[in-house]
Every structure is written in C-alpha cells, then in structure tokens.
C-alpha cells in the first residue's frame, strides 16, 4: 500500500522567493504538471513575466516573507484560486553576511525575519489547511550552513541551523498527531551546497560580497538551480508514507 511514487505531481504549490534563483527553478520545474502555483516574492515585475511565460494556472503574488500578512496572503490566494494547498516551498532568503565584529544589527534582523521569521510564517500560512486535508508538503531551503559555521557567516548559519531544527520539530509535532489522526503531512529540508544564483547579491558588505563571489566561482562545476528543482519534483512524488526529512545537496568537486 502506498508504494507506488506519484510520476507526474500534480497539486497545488506555494513558492517564495520565486523571482530569482532556486524559488525560480522550482517554478519552472513544477509548472508544466501543478494544478496551480502560487509564484512570490518582492520584485513584482519578475514574478509577473514569469507567471505570463508559464501559463494561467501560475499566480504570481507580491510579497515580503517579513511580514505575516503577506505570507498568510500567499495560502488565501491559493484556496480562492485551487480550493487546496499541496506544498509551501519555503525557499525566500538572503545572505547578507560579514563578521560579527561589526555588529550591523540591521543584517542581523533582516537575517533573521527573511530566513527564520519567513519560513514560521509559512508554515503558519498552510498548516491549518494542510491539517484539515490531511495532506501536505511542507519543504524548506536550508543550507549546509544549517550544520557547519562558515567564517563571517554566523548569523547566516544560525539561520539555516534554525531552519533545521524548526523542520525537524515540526516533523516530530506531526508524526505524534498521525498516530491519531491518520495524517500525512511532510515536512522535509533541502540543504544545497553551492548553487550559482544570485545569492551573493544580497549581502551589503562590500568585501564579503567579493569573498562570497570569489569562493563560489572558485568551486568546479557549481549545481544549477534546477538540480535543487528536481530535489524538491523528487519529494513531492514520493510514496504517501515516505517522507524525506533532510536532503543534502552538494556539488561533487565543491571543498569549500
Ligand atoms: P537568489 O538571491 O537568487 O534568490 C533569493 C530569493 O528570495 C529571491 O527570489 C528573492 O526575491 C527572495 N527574497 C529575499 N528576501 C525576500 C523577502 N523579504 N520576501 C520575499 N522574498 C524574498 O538566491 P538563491 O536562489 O540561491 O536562494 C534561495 C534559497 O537558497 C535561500 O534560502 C538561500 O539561503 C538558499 N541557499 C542558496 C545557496 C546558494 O549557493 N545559492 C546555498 C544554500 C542555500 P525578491 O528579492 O524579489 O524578494
């Protein structure tokens, strides 16, 4: 019972943090076979071109994962619009990184409501919904930050090592209530090493954005934002029961 993989996903799916990147590639990935996306993020223009190019069933919805009401806007846009919510990719975040030693608080806080706040908010957006159908895919951007300090990354890796242990608590709160309920709500993490985005844009510190650059241009053959795409396609069509808590993703030549 409940062995055979779902070949083609075909639900509903929220995805932050979709104008650029990863959130991008998952887009275009799940597109061609989702009932509907629900496509968010800042910059409106970009997720609205996206939307046009992917067809009618994608809809993009302008939004800051800072603030809940924008993210709890994300879930009613998709029940209005599909009646249902499959999966929340909680994918939004930013780098700004640099020592610590110059206590810019203002990075600290951004960190920290973008890449934790964010995905609390996300989760908090879906899961009544998801717990009432009894169903759902909850999968979160982590890092390999979220298990190892990077030097003049520490708030960043706090936030990643947050990511981690909130899905891993929320997988646990899950797991004692389908004993009783009997539902199959996920919660799995995806943990990439170095993926060529846009990523290091975000990082204010003129010379640690340099450093970040130069170290993920140094790494041979980087992964794509679609290798992350198809980790997150993989999840969402395995078996009912199967549930991946924590994907690790690296680049095979990467040693930084
Ligand atoms: P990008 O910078 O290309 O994408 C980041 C996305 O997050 C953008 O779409 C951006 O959209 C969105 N975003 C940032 N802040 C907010 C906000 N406040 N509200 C809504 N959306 C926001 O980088 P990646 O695609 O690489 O990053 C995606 C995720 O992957 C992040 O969580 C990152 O930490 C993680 N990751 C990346 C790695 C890499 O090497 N690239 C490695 C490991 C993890 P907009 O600015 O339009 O709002």
Redesign the pocket.
Known sequence: MGEERDKRWAGVAII??????????IARNLAPSAKGLII?????D??HDLASELGDHVIPVE????LQN?VTKLATTAMKHFGAIDAIIN?????RMASMLRCRVEDWD?II???IK?VLYGIAAVLPQMLQQKTGNIIN?????ARRIFLGAGV?CAS?HAVRALSEGLGQDLSIRSRKDGNTIKVSTI????????????VTHEPTKLDLIKG?ESVDE??S?EN?AECVRFILESPIHVEIGEMTVRPVKQNM
Request: proline share 4%.
């Open positions: 932050t943090g979709a104008s650029s990147g990863i959130g991008e590639a968010a993020a800042r910059r409106d970009r997720i939004c800051d994962v800072q924008d994918n939004a975040g930013i780098a951004a409501d973008t890449n964010g951007i982590s890092s390999e930050a960043y990643k943990a990439p090493g170095v993926v060529m985005t846009e990523f290091a844009e975000s993920m980087p992964l934002a992350i």
